[in-house]
Nanobody, 127 residues
Framework: QVQLVESGGGLVQAGGSLRLSCAAS????????MGWFRQAPGKEREFVST????????YYTDSVKGRFTISRDNAKNTVFLHMNSLKPEDTAVYRC????????????????????WGQGTQVTVSS
């Protein structure tokens, strides 16, 4: 059983930056591809970014490409989401998730592939 705890959310003005962290415990972190998803009020949960267990492969949804960067520190069991040039439309609850996959370079953009989820952290971007 893997537990995931997000932190780093908050209120920021448009154009600002935040760094989200997701600390994992209770499992072998390096066995999991990690993802970030978000859900805005009244909208479906959507994929934001993912990173393979090795950190070599990453993928982003089009709306955040060039602004967000995902990274991980396997020694510290933590995955990060660096968010720059934030826009009001980035406002949402951000959740990290873990997907058990040992294939090299493996990652997923699909909600149903993920095995464990954090509770989320609120990001609010004011205009």
């Amino acid at each position: 059983q893997v537990q995931l705890v997000e932190s780093g959310g908050g209120l920021v003005q448009a154009g600002g930056s935040l760094r989200l962290s997701c600390a994992a415990s209770g499992g072998h972190f390096s066995s999991y591809s990690m993802g970030w998803f978000r859900q805005a009020p009244g909208k479906e949960r959507e994929f934001v970014s993912t990173i393979s267990w090795s950190g070599d492969n990453t993928y982003y949804t089009d709306s955040v490409k060039g602004r967000f960067t995902i990274s991980r520190d396997n020694a510290k069991n933590t995955v990060f989401l660096h968010m720059n040039s934030l826009k009001p439309e980035d406002t949402a609850v951000y959740r990290c998730a873990a997907y058990f996959c040992l294939d090299y370079g493996c990652y997923s953009t699909l909600i149903q592939d993920y095995d464990y989820w954090g509770q989320g952290t609120q990001v609010t971007v004011s205009s």
